[in-house]
């Protein structure tokens, strides 16, 4: 039997060009999340807000974001919450789980005992939890998803958009005051493509939700940072032996040895005579120490450079 060369050549350029074919069907996806989107006109990235954070290692109390979106859309007030949870801490700041019941308990505690409704007792309410120093809350106002086609000759490409918008705000667990309260948004897109519209078909991909929740909890994350570095350096005597002073502050602090510290005694409550809720103590000067050395993440030894009459809660603050 002879053997069709010609036959065989045709057969093999077939071969090829379907396998050429098929290969262009297979999907092809890249994504991104924008670094500035025009809607908030923000360019920080995730990554530099970590290295920007100068300040103590604040503990963070992370509150469920809400869903608020028209649509309910599912899971992504959980989604959100996860992803500032996993931002902040490689903010350099710690995360840590409250439960809303717990603080609205504390805020009406701190409430009654400002109000004089209910005696202060061993420990008043506006020093917060021991372990909490900020609190992050917010809500997905608004997620959708949009869709962009085009097609050249043989090839398709479908562009997926996803768009959110986040409220947010920090507070200040011992005050309730609210540091920063703003809404952002943010974007993602995904790009599949393949030939004559196969291998290009679109299905529910949670990273497209995701992708627009981490560009708009970054930018909103860059924002408080941007805050808490302002936020000057404050720390309580604990006790006080002859020059020798320990105070709350530590590794933690951020604080070096060899800082000079002005010490307050702290006096009478100052109250919002419109609200009637206590906004502050008024504070007198008595004298200034200096950081000796760290004792742990918490504590420090100070020594004496100038007063006298420091005693336990007293305020102590970095010297301007």
Do not use: W
């Not at 963070?60 to 959100?80: C, D, M, Q, R, Y």
């Not at 603080?103 to 400002?114: A, H, S, V």
């Not at 948004?185 to 790009?191: L, V």
């Amino acid at each position: 039997m002879r053997f069709n060369f010609n036959r065989f050549n045709g057969l093999l350029a077939v071969s090829l060009a379907a396998g050429v074919f098929f290969a262009g069907c297979s999907p092809t996806t890249t994504g991104s999340v924008k670094e500035d989107v025009s809607l908030t006109g923000q360019t920080q990235a995730l990554k530099e807000t970590g290295t920007q954070y100068r300040g103590p290692e604040y503990n963070i109390a992370i509150l469920e974001f809400e869903n608020k979106t028209p649509s309910k859309s599912l899971g992504v007030g959980e989604a959100a919450t996860d992803i500032m949870r996993t931002i902040v801490k490689q903010a350099g700041l710690e995360p840590i789980v409250v439960t809303k019941t717990e603080l609205k308990e504390q805020e009406r505690l701190m409430e009654l005992q400002q109000s004089g409704a209910v005696k202060t007792g061993l420990k008043k309410a506006d020093e917060g939890y021991d372990s909490l120093d900020y609190r992050i809350a917010g809500s997905v106002t608004a997620y959708h998803e949009v869709e962009e086609s085009s097609n050249v000759l043989l090839s398709q490409k479908k562009t997926r958009i996803a768009r959110v918008q986040v409220d947010y705000s920090l507070v200040d667990v011992a005050t309730g005051k609210s540091l920063v309260s703003d809404s952002g948004m943010g974007e993602y897109t995904k790009t599949t493509g393949g030939m004559l519209g196969m291998g290009s078909k679109s299905t529910a991909d949670p990273g497209l939700r995701d992708g627009a929740l981490r560009d708009a909890l970054a930018k909103a994350l860059t924002s408080m940072v941007a805050k808490l570095n302002e936020m000057p350096f404050t720390g309580k005597v604990l006790h006080v032996d002859g020059r020798s002073v320990t105070i709350r502050a530590g590794t933690r602090s951020r604080v070096e040895p060899g800082t000079v510290l002005s010490v307050y005694s702290t006096g009478v409550d100052l109250v919002d005579p419109d609200t009637g809720r206590v906004i502050g103590k008024r504070e007198k000067l008595i004298g200034e120490i200096k950081l000796a050395e760290h004792q742990g993440e918490r504590i420090s030894e100070a020594e004496v450079s100038s007063g006298t009459g420091f005693k336990v809660g007293d305020v102590v603050k970095v010297k301007k």
